[in-house]
């Protein structure tokens, strides 16, 4: 059975678009209705470190590029909006765009080591800065609080909004993460998108495509350092505390892992892979507290046994079984030609003599 064909553009596309569109808004508006206090909790962070996922990505999947100090930029994020917020009474949203700025240029320089380093070495650099952050927060405590943390005050839900301050939570976070997707996916779609794509496959094809290759890596890790800002900013938010030691390696760990569950340069892997690290551990943990770890580490070797392109690779192969999206072929007969040849795709070998 041929699956169904549609054009992209057309008017059933833009149906589907405007339909998934709704459902997603009612989803969101369901979901503070029907979840208990500490699952809205859960499902707030998971949605702020899928804007952290989703700008890894942009460095990991679509540059080729490996980048283990996502805490740290996480950890500054969270801490530019605790001390802005707690010491200097800003108002909460205006702190992540300078959670972001610091972070975007503090990665801009740590991009200097990916012109020359590769792989495992450049990996190893990353890693360096990632364990360093937690004691540099400490030595500063005058600043950051040291050892005891910092309390950040929560925005309260204003009173004609009628939600609760946990729902208001929720809105603001799912609000940012939006405009970040809608960010990442012009990026991803961009010339930047392309050019980031041909350098994972090949640096010499990428300069002979007129890449300017230094520049590209180090704004490839400075916005996903920004992306990972804008993250840790929202963590605040919900929390309404931040200590050192949650800002260890381990949460560059999760951030790769929620990666590769999720799977690919897209948005819903990265709100998938971000949900998987946030809720599995404390189901797990329901049961029993050194079950939660070997599930942890059980899923991600199914996954990357089983599906190498993680949950959204998954569902896409599935739902092309019955629907294909197609870009419009060219007018005329050459282009009407190779609409009924190439449109379908199908798993019969090619006849001698096909094109």
Do not use: C
Not at 16 to 23: D, E, K
Not at 321 to 340: K, L, S, T
């Amino acid at each position: 059975m041929k699956p169904k064909v549609i054009t992209r553009g057309s008017a059933i596309h833009r149906y589907l678009i405007a339909a998934m569109g709704v459902a997603l808004t009612a989803l969101v508006i369901w979901i503070p209705n029907a979840l208990p206090s500490f699952r809205l909790f859960q499902m707030t962070l998971a949605i702020g470190a899928a804007v952290a996922v989703i700008g890894l990505a942009l460095v990991t999947s679509l540059g080729g590029q490996i980048s283990l100090a996502q805490n740290a930029f996480f950890a500054i994020g969270a801490y530019t909006t605790a001390i802005l917020v707690s010491d200097h009474g800003w108002n909460h949203l205006l702190t992540l765009p300078v959670g972001a700025g610091i972070s975007f240029v503090i990665g801009l320089a740590l991009g200097l080591p990916a012109l020359r380093l590769k792989g495992l070495y450049l990996a190893l650099v990353t890693m360096a800065f990632a364990i360093i952050i937690v004691p540099l927060i400490k030595r500063y405590d005058g600043l950051t609080g040291g050892n005891q943390g910092k309390l950040a005050s929560q925005p309260d839900a204003p009173s004609w909004s009628g939600m609760s301050d946990d729902t208001w939570i929720f809105s603001i976070t799912v609000a940012v993460a939006v405009v970040m997707f809608v960010l990442a996916h012009n990026i991803i779609k961009s010339s930047v998108g392309r050019s980031l794509n041909a350098l994972r496959h090949s640096e010499l094809v990428a300069e002979t495509m007129g890449v300017n290759v230094a520049r590209l890596k180090s704004l490839a890790f400075a916005t996903s350092a920004g992306f990972a800002g804008v993250a840790g900013g929202l963590f605040t938010i919900a929390v309404g505390f931040v200590a050192a030691d949650s800002f260890g390696l381990l949460i560059s760990i999760e951030l790769l892992a929620a990666l590769v569950v999720g799977g690919s340069v897209a948005i819903p892997g990265a709100i998938l892979g971000a949900s998987f690290i946030e809720f599995l551990p404390v189901w797990a943990s329901d049961v029993n507290d050194a079950f939660a770890g070997v599930l942890f580490g059980v899923v991600l070797i199914v996954v990357m046994i089983f599906f190498p392109a993680g949950a959204t690779g998954f569902v896409k192969r599935q739902v092309s079984r019955v629907v294909v999206v197609r870009h419009p072929v060219a007018v005329g007969p050459a282009g009407a030609d190779r609409a009924e040849t190439t449109e379908v795709p199908t798993d019969e070998p090619a006849k001698e003599g096909t094109p």
